[in-house]
């Protein structure tokens, strides 16, 4: 049963390693992701799983250990996703195996770069307060089966907690990635509504059509965490809202 939930955005530039000089532009951004990783602790969960975008299609499962780096963002940082023998410590360099299960097969290659950011955050943080792993999902998985996903997450563990990482459109300004579109800004509105308010239907109702063409990378994270929330009575609140890139970035909590 899903007990907790935080979401984070995942741009590399929140590791201020990656971000350099421009660092101080997401503080707020990183200050509210620990406060949001705090509420998972709190919940005292059995299992953590840690779900970002990055699958080339369908759902692809990291193990613990498993490491990912920011090498192609032009630093030499190595992360780590808790440890081989499942318990959440420090991130650090190495390698780890990976092995499928559960709601998709064993992904290859090192950690996508959401699941790299998530592993460093919680790094961050210091977590260590329950087992975890990580599931990256393909940005054009049907929303059911988002939703499935998410199901079969809640139920692993009487007590699961998610990092759901993902970003809103990348289209609120023509220095934008995608360049500036005007359905954005409502698509942000509607996902910031839905993650501050843990309204799961309206996660669901998220069109997977439009949040492709407005590169919401979050749109398939967010509808798995919806999956997993269905039944689980949760309040949620909205601790970040921001574009500064002209991408949207929303951290939210729910317990």
Do not use: N
Request: net charge negative.
């Amino acid at each position: 049963m899903l007990v907790a939930a935080a979401v984070c955005p995942c741009p590399p530039l929140l590791v201020p390693d990656v971000a350099a000089g421009a660092a101080p532009e997401l503080d707020g951004a990183r200050t509210a992701c620990s406060d949001a990783l705090a509420v998972l602790a709190a919940s005292r969960p059995d299992r953590l799983i840690v779900v970002g975008p990055g699958a080339e299609e369908g759902l692809e499962r990291y193990p613990a250990g498993a490491v990912g780096d920011f090498r192609g963002f032009g630093v030499d940082v190595d992360v780590r996703l808790g440890t081989e023998a499942g318990t959440g410590t420090r991130a650090g360099s190495g390698s780890g195996t990976r092995t499928g299960s559960g709601s998709g097969p064993a992904g290859s290659g090192p950690l996508p770069a959401s699941l790299a950011v998530g592993a460093w955050l919680l790094a961050r943080t210091g977590w260590a307060d329950a087992p975890l792993e990580g599931l990256a999902v393909s940005e054009r998985l049907a929303p059911e089966r988002c939703a499935e996903a998410g199901r079969e997450l809640a139920a692993q563990a009487g007590r699961v907690a998610l990092l759901v990482l993902g970003d809103g459109s990348a289209c609120r300004s023509v220095k934008a990635p995608g360049y500036f579109d005007d359905r954005a800004a409502a698509f942000d509105e509607r996902a910031a509504r839905a993650l501050g308010s843990a309204d799961t239907g309206a996660l669901e109702a998220l069109d997977e059509h439009l949040a492709y063409e407005l590169k919401a990378a979050g749109r398939a994270p967010w509808q798995v965490l919806a999956g997993a929330a269905e039944g689980a009575g949760l309040e949620g609140r909205l601790l970040y809202e921001d574009a500064p890139y002209g991408v949207g970035y929303f951290v939210a909590a729910w317990s």
